[in-house]
């Protein structure tokens, strides 16, 4: 019998929720045949079985939450490549004392981390993740010294985290240190700049059924996801907004002149686009919105790409696919792509590592409604432009009581931003890109 657990989904996920289970005990399943839907991150995952077998225990059903490393099925008879690279695994020392620490049947003491740091064998590459090589890179650890705990011997996140934790003692002694006179001394102690807000409980909640019927909805996938992540975002990112009514009556003379045009080549020539051009011009002039706030290493991490999320509502709740390289593709090659990104969303097609990357988030509520509102910076990223509905409103053009009341198409636009890394007059200046761009867009349009 072998059990088949939860692998490694991705970079930062340690958990997901059963969307479907695809077989039922006594099923024959072949090498790379799909077996479960995982959702996780605001992405559905299929699970393909890494061998042929009999599935002869099925441990979740539809709607459990479950960590990467949880058992989801156990196989009899397994055969394939999958199953030999787990036989092979099993085969070293290694592997058959990789029990991160649990005592064996027979009494046998805890691994130490002087055990796991012998490296292990491999015939060929290790198996691991594009973000789980990534995660060993950044902490320096050599994956053929893994043991690895997933299926067929791959070694997940997880594995890594805890070879570097179990190392980290013994690189704290060897690692030399530079004579005292050498050493910057800082003259604000770093916990001042890494602070994090104070963990503080919620206070337990009443019986509302004490007041009439209620309903319990359990939180669970794209809902719970977002809630985390905003929660995480609001707590660590000092918020503040910059708020801009733009005349966009030139922009959407234009909008209209050649939106048909690009129906017919399968786009949707919207507003969205235009601001995402005019916010990758501001990104440039002023990088600093354009980056991520590393609090540990007291860093501002300045990205030289322009990878742009945007928020698209669906039936599941709230996703930010990213459109890169923004800079590089034209108003048309944009407009054809957002419309297709938009659509796989909606559709719940879009892949985990469609949604990575990105550097900097457009939403936009215009469609509902809405004067305005606060959006919520999309962290790791240090900024986030909202938009309104556009309207037409009477504006005063020029000064004095005897100045004409003309009709315009004004764009409500918010910038929500991380005070840490910029300042409320950076962030009139960056606005002041977004706005010239957006009301003057026969020379915008000119140099793009």
Same mark, same amino acid.
């Given at each position: ?125 290790? %198996?691991?993740? /594009?973000?789980?090589? &990534? ?5 320096? !650890?050599? #994956? $053929?010294? @893994? ?55 919620? %206070?337990?909640? /009443?019986?509302?059924? &004490? ?5 319990? !909805?359990? #939180? $669970?996938? @794209? ?181 004409p009341i003309v009709p315009r198409f004004m764009l ?21 890109v977004v706005v010239r761009a957006l009301s003057e ?8």
């Amino acid at each position: 019998m072998r059990e088949f657990k939860l692998p490694d989904l991705g970079e930062g996920i340690h958990e997901g929720e059963i969307a479907d289970v695809l077989v039922e005990v006594g099923d024959e399943v072949d090498e790379d045949q799909p077996i479960v839907e995982v959702e996780t991150d605001k992405a559905t995952v299929e699970i393909t079985s890494p061998y042929a077998a009999t599935v002869s225990d099925v441990r979740v059903h539809t709607g459990d939450l479950v960590e990467v490393g949880a058992v989801l099925f156990v196989f009899d008879g397994a055969n394939g490549a999958g199953a030999e690279s787990m036989e092979a695994a099993s085969d070293t020392p290694e592997s058959k004392s990789s029990e991160r620490g649990r005592p064996s049947g027979d009494g046998a003491e805890p691994q130490t981390s002087e055990a796991r740091t012998e490296p292990v064998s491999y015939d060929g590459p290790v %198996p691991a993740s /594009p973000s789980t090589r &990534r995660l060993a890179r950044e902490l320096e !650890v050599d #994956l $053929r010294a @893994v043991s690895g705990s997933g299926p067929g011997g791959r070694v997940t996140a997880e594995d890594v985290r805890e070879f570097a934790k179990q190392g980290q003692e013994v690189k704290e002694e060897t690692r030399p240190q530079p004579p005292r006179g050498d050493r910057k001394e800082s003259t604000q102690p770093k916990e001042g700049l890494s602070a994090r807000p104070l963990a503080v409980e919620s %206070p337990e909640l /009443p019986d509302f059924s &004490r007041w009439g019927d209620v309903e319990r !909805v359990p #939180l $669970r996938s @794209v809902r719970r996801t977002t809630a985390i992540h905003m929660a995480r975002a609001w707590s660590q990112v000092p918020h503040v907004s910059h708020q801009e009514l733009v005349d966009v009556t030139a922009l959407e003379s234009f909008r209209q002149k050649y939106k048909d045009e690009l129906d017919e080549e399968g786009g949707t020539l919207s507003l969205t686009i235009f601001v995402m051009k005019a916010a990758v011009a501001a990104l440039k002039m002023h990088p600093r919105f354009n980056a991520s706030f590393d609090a540990d290493a007291e860093e501002i991490v300045l990205k030289k790409y322009y990878h742009i999320g945007v928020a698209v509502d669906t039936e599941r709740g709230l996703l930010v696919p990213v459109i890169r390289d923004v800079d590089r593709k034209s108003i048309a090659e944009l407009a054809v792509e957002l419309a297709a990104v938009i659509t796989r969303a909606r559709d719940n097609d879009t892949p985990l590592e469609a949604m990575q990357g990105g550097t900097f988030t457009i939403t936009n509520i215009g469609a509902l409604g809405g004067t305005g509102f606060a959006p919520i910076v999309n962290y790791p990223e240090v900024a986030i432009l909202g938009m309104a509905r556009a309207a037409w409103q009477p504006v005063v053009r020029g000064e004095g009581e005897s100045a004409p009341i003309v009709p315009r198409f004004m764009l409500p636009l918010v910038l929500a931003f991380d005070h840490r890394v910029v300042d409320g007059a950076d962030a009139a200046r960056f606005m002041q890109v977004v706005v010239r761009a957006l009301s003057e867009p026969d020379e915008f349009l000119l140099r793009i």
